[in-house]
């Protein structure tokens, strides 16, 4: 994801599920066969990479 889709993302506040199904696809290409452990590892440092922004530039409260 780049910025500006991580930015839509947190906008549209639906970032986790974002995150989880990411997770979850890239598990299931895995599992299939489909994927490699290079390309997990690239989508995994990705995916770091966007909670380190997110843990740098946002505070996540709880909602009403």
Do not use: P
Not at 30 to 43: E, F, H, K, T, V
């Amino acid at each position: 994801m780049d910025q500006k889709q991580l930015e839509f993302h947190i906008a549209s506040n639906d970032y986790f599920g974002t995150l989880a199904t990411v997770l979850d696809l890239a598990s299931q290409d895995l599992i299939a066969g489909r994927a490699n452990s290079a390309d997990i590892a690239r989508m995994l440092t990705k995916q770091k990479d966007d909670l380190l922004y997110l843990q740098e530039h946002y505070r996540i409260e709880e909602s009403d």
